[in-house]
């Protein structure tokens, strides 16, 4: 069974503070991972996606990887209220085209 | 269309009545998804399409519900006999090509169904 792990919160940070999302799998044959957003009552956002060992760099949005570990993390800088939402984390294996999402983590930003 | 299109946005049906969800893709996108989130929940996979090839049903959770996509845009998913339990939102989710790798999916505003 694949699984995605999250704590589902709430997180919650203070205005202009780094946010940091964690989200574990279980699959190791996950290649590409994502990060959406989803705010109340709305449909998921796509934010972020990676594939190779490291950091990703997007504006405010840092996405970490270490396969050795099964780990991948989001990290949010300068974090503003508008950042409040829950965030899903997603895996995908090699070759294939489902996508396993973790419960998400809700994130509280106080201004 | 500039997204994925989704209707309608809220249906409240009377259990044990049958329900369908539209769904149009992305132009362009081959791969279409259905997923149903319920409340406080992840996302649940529930049928796949890509072209013409036969669709991965594995997770559709009875065979009350079912899932046709027809000249490889628009997608139905039908929803037998209704349970209180099918409340959830169903999201539609289109992609590129085959959907992997680093192909991303984008998803629709999704079907609020509360069955009453």
């Known amino acids: 069974q694949k699984e995605v792990e999250q704590n589902s919160g709430p997180l919650s940070v203070p205005e202009g503070a780094i946010a940091s999302l964690n989200c574990t799998y279980s699959d190791r044959g996950s290649q590409s991972f994502f990060w959406y957003r989803q705010y109340s009552g709305k449909s998921p956002e796509l934010i972020m996606f990676?594939?190779?060992?490291g950091d990703k760099e997007d504006g405010r949005f840092t996405a970490q990887l270490n396969k050795a570990s099964q780990y991948v993390s989001l990290l949010i800088r300068d974090s503003q209220p508008s950042d409040s939402a829950t965030y899903l984390c997603a895996a995908r294996g090699a070759g294939s085209y489902q996508l396993t999402f973790g419960k998400g983590t809700k994130l509280s930003v106080i201004p | 269309g500039a997204g994925v299109s989704q209707s309608p946005s809220n249906k409240v049906t009377e259990k044990g009545k049958d329900v369908e969800l539209r769904c149009d893709p992305i132009s362009g996108h081959t791969a279409l998804y259905w997923y149903r989130q319920s409340l406080g929940q992840g996302l649940e996979f529930l049928i796949y399409?890509?072209?013409?090839?036969?669709?991965?049903k594995s997770g559709l959770p009875s065979d009350r519900f079912s899932a046709e996509r027809t000249g490889g845009s628009v997608s139905t998913l039908t929803i037998q006999r209704t349970q209180q339990e099918d409340s959830a939102v169903y999201l539609c989710?289109?992609?590129?090509?085959?959907?992997?790798?680093?192909?991303?999916?984008?998803f629709g505003e999704g079907s609020w169904l509360t069955v009453v």
């Open positions: 399409f890509q072209g013409n090839s036969a669709p991965d």
């Open positions: 990676i594939y190779s060992n």
């Open positions: 989710a289109s992609s590129l090509q085959s959907g992997t790798g680093r192909n991303t999916i984008y």
